[in-house]
């Protein structure tokens, strides 16, 4: 049996990170990054395409700065929208698949129910319509065989996030006002990078995924979780009062969605991926989190 060829991109993100972590055995695998590969150079990233011939290529890479994403809408599009196009062709040329990582950021923000992976898009900022315009790109040259896989609040062991943010300056006995008004659900990138590859393993899953962990929290509760397990581990941060807040008090250049939660999709369970309660799945995380930090 010959082993599948997976291509990564964005290695060095937080996504990526936990993914290169995950790598089953018998695939032969690359992963890619700036500065080497950089989804701004158009030929250059069809190029590593077609050279390496994968089978299947995970594109977590992506322009991720929401707020600057509203002044420089043209340079996100380059990436999150364009680039994707071109890898999507390319990967068709080969005959591969394709997962698209993309995000609840495509929807309005606004609602009650969890995002369903039919309900209208509506995106109430520039990141949100570069990252659908790529998932757009991507089903225009892979509609069978290119997945989207939105998820939502993303946090890993690298990179800046919530997580790793609200513990430093905890342990820095700051006060903190976090918002309470934002709903929605924390993702553990490590469950997700293994949903991603038993994604690349299945030749028939549907267009578009939502992955979260499971449960519906705002950022305020979040925080108040992440200084309960904190404390739990140990940690001191006794000094650091957490206070909730509305968006109001923090605003930022782009808007943020007031309605976050998606459906976990069912096509997860036939490919062996279960839902792991948000909090559970916190305190599964931190322990690695504070290794990669204070370890
Ligand atoms: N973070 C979240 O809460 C969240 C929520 C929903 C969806 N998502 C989606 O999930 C995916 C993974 O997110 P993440 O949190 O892992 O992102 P991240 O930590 O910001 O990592 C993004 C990766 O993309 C790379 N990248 C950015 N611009 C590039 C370029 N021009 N050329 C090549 N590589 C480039 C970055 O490289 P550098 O290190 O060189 O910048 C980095 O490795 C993204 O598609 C994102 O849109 C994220």
Same mark, same amino acid.
């Given at each position: 049996?010959?082993?599948?060829?997976?291509?990564?991109?964005?290695?060095?993100?937080?996504?990526?990170?936990?993914?290169?972590?995950?790598?089953?055995?018998?695939?032969?695998?690359?992963?890619? &990054?700036?500065?080497? +590969?950089?989804?701004?150079?158009? %030929?250059?990233?069809?190029?590593?395409?077609?050279?390496?011939?994968?089978?299947?290529?995970? %594109?977590?890479?992506?322009?991720?700065?929401?707020?600057?994403?509203?002044?420089?809408?043209?340079?996100?599009?380059?990436?999150?929208?364009?680039?994707?196009?071109?890898?999507?062709?390319?990967?068709?040329?080969?005959?591969?698949?394709?997962?698209?990582?993309?995000?609840?950021?495509?929807?309005?923000?606004?609602?009650?129910?969890?995002?369903?992976?039919? &309900?209208?898009?509506?995106?109430?900022? =520039?990141?949100?319509?570069?990252?659908?315009?790529?998932?757009? =790109?991507?089903?225009?040259?892979?509609?069978?065989?290119?997945?989207?896989?939105?998820?939502?609040?993303?946090?890993?062991?690298?990179?800046?996030? +919530?997580?790793?943010?609200?513990?430093?300056?905890?342990?820095?006995?700051?006060?903190?006002?976090?918002?309470? &008004?934002?709903?929605?659900?924390?993702?553990? =990138?490590?469950?997700?990078?293994?949903?991603?590859?038993?994604?690349?393993?299945?030749?028939?899953?549907?267009?578009?995924?939502?992955?979260?962990?499971?449960?519906?929290?705002?950022?305020?509760?979040?925080?108040? =979780?992440?200084?309960?397990?904190?404390?739990?581990?140990?940690?001191?941060?006794?000094?650091?009062?957490?206070?909730?807040?509305?968006?109001?008090?923090?605003?930022?250049?782009?808007?943020?969605?007031?309605?976050?939660?998606?459906?976990?999709?069912?096509?997860?369970?036939?490919?062996?991926?279960?839902?792991?309660?948000?909090?559970?799945?916190?305190?599964?995380?931190?322990?690695?989190?504070?290794?990669?930090? %204070?370890?």
């Amino acid at each position: 049996m010959t082993s599948k060829r997976v291509l990564l991109t964005g290695r060095h993100g937080q996504l990526g990170t936990e993914c290169g972590l995950l790598i089953p055995p018998s695939v032969e695998f690359l992963a890619l &990054d700036r500065p080497e +590969f950089d989804l701004a150079d158009l %030929h250059g990233i069809r190029q590593a395409v077609l050279d390496f011939k994968p089978d299947v290529l995970l %594109h977590t890479a992506a322009w991720t700065a929401v707020d600057k994403a509203e002044s420089c809408e043209e340079e996100a599009l380059l990436i999150n929208a364009k680039a994707t196009e071109v890898l999507a062709e390319a990967v068709n040329d080969l005959g591969g698949r394709m997962a698209y990582v993309s995000t609840d950021y495509v929807f309005s923000g606004e609602g009650s129910q969890p995002w369903r992976e039919t &309900d209208a898009v509506s995106p109430l900022n =520039a990141y949100g319509r570069t990252k659908l315009a790529g998932e757009q =790109a991507l089903h225009a040259h892979l509609p069978q065989r290119g997945h989207v896989v939105r998820t939502s609040w993303l946090y890993g062991r690298r990179g800046a996030n +919530f997580v790793r943010t609200m513990l430093r300056l905890m342990m820095e006995g700051r006060d903190l006002q976090v918002v309470d &008004d934002q709903k929605g659900s924390p993702t553990w =990138a490590g469950g997700l990078g293994q949903a991603l590859w038993a994604l690349s393993e299945s030749e028939d899953a549907p267009a578009i995924l939502h992955f979260t962990d499971g449960g519906i929290t705002s950022w305020f509760e979040f925080a108040i =979780a992440i200084r309960e397990l904190g404390l739990e581990n140990q940690l001191s941060l006794e000094a650091s009062a957490v206070r909730p807040c509305s968006s109001s008090a923090y605003p930022t250049p782009a808007k943020r969605p007031s309605w976050s939660p998606m459906h976990f999709s069912d096509a997860w369970k036939g490919l062996g991926i279960q839902q792991v309660p948000w909090r559970k799945q916190l305190a599964l995380a931190l322990p690695i989190l504070l290794q990669e930090d %204070h370890g």
